[in-house]
């Protein structure tokens, strides 16, 4: 029965999605995703839902070679997909409704290797926006300095994580609508940190 549930919505999506009419054009690799993200929110009142949680990936950054052309070709894919997105959240009143996560599972060196590229490190950065963010600033602690001194420094230009996981998920699942007495539930290792490590809706968001 769950086969044909999942079956008869995926059916009531595609006739969703075929037709929704954009008011933006997008192109490039994150252009092409973030259009499908699009059509999505476009589609909610004919799905009847009131809330959406849309998640995709972009390869392409794992530059173990040639740094210094690949990830200004990649931020720009980047831009122009995201522009035109929010761009399409204006056009739709949403604008406070819809908060953008970029993320990474790991960050990079700091140090390039011999083939011009950085390798796997483990402290990284990532970039929130929405209307609804409290934006314009970093939240968390930056490093004091990227010398071999820093407290943070392990090594290769890898810098340890002085935030968790869990702390930016903290807030952005508060601002979604999930209680207090969930989040636990939503993050089961929230509870391995203090709340001082941890990001709060006021935190992020307006």
Known sequence: ?????????????????????????????????????????????????????????????????????????????INDGLESFTKEIEDMGLNNSVTILVVSEFGRTLTSNAGGGTDHAWGGNYFMLGGAVNGGKIVGQYPASFSSSDATFCGRGRIIPTSPWEAMWNGVAQWFGADIDDLDYIMPNRKSFPETMLFSKSDLFD
């Open 1 to 77: 029965q769950a086969f044909v549930n999942a079956v008869d919505r995926r059916g009531i999506l595609k006739t969703a999605l075929d037709s929704v009419t954009l008011s933006q054009s997008y192109s490039g690799y994150a252009g092409g995703r973030l259009k499908m993200a699009a059509k999505i929110l476009r589609s909610r009142e004919s799905r009847e839902v009131n809330r959406d949680a849309i998640y995709f990936t972009l390869g392409g950054h794992d530059t173990h070679f040639d740094t210094k052309e690949s990830v200004p070709a990649n931020l720009q894919d």
